[in-house]
Nanobody
Framework: QVQLVESGGGLVQPGGSLRLSCAASGFTFSSYTMSWYRQTPGKERELVAVITTTGTTTNYAYSVRGRFTISRDNAKNTVYQQMNSLKPEDTAVYYC????????WGQGTQVTVSS
């Protein structure tokens, strides 16, 4: 059974940091491109960051470049997103995505940036 389980979300003040984790199981994690998306009510899901299978290539949405870092540990079947200098506009539900010839999604974790 395929599972992507996100954790690490929460409430943080502007300028603060959070680290999201996504633990994968039920598929060959190291063969899948992994991504983080986010979504706010009434808006489409937005690609935030992507990392290739070996972790050698990453890409980021312009809005988070220089503040967010995606990484993966294929030995632990886990992808991470370090989020620094958080802004209120980063508030969203963050989703983990695995993609190869099929696509899998996690259930999401809420990140709220507010004073």
């Amino acid at each position: 059974q395929v599972q992507l389980v996100e954790s690490g979300g929460g409430l943080v003040q502007p300028g603060g940091s959070l680290r999201l984790s996504c633990a994968a199981s039920g598929f060959t994690f190291s063969s899948y491109t992994m991504s983080w998306y986010r979504q706010t009510p009434g808006k489409e899901r937005e690609l935030v960051a992507v990392i290739t299978t070996t972790g050698t290539t990453t890409n980021y949405a312009y809005s988070v470049r220089g503040r967010f870092t995606i990484s993966r540990d294929n030995a632990k079947n886990t992808v991470y997103q370090q989020m620094n200098s958080l802004k209120p506009e980063d508030t969203a539900v963050y989703y983990c995505n695995a993609r190869r010839h099929v696509e899998y999604w996690g259930q999401g974790t809420q990140v709220t940036v507010s004073s």
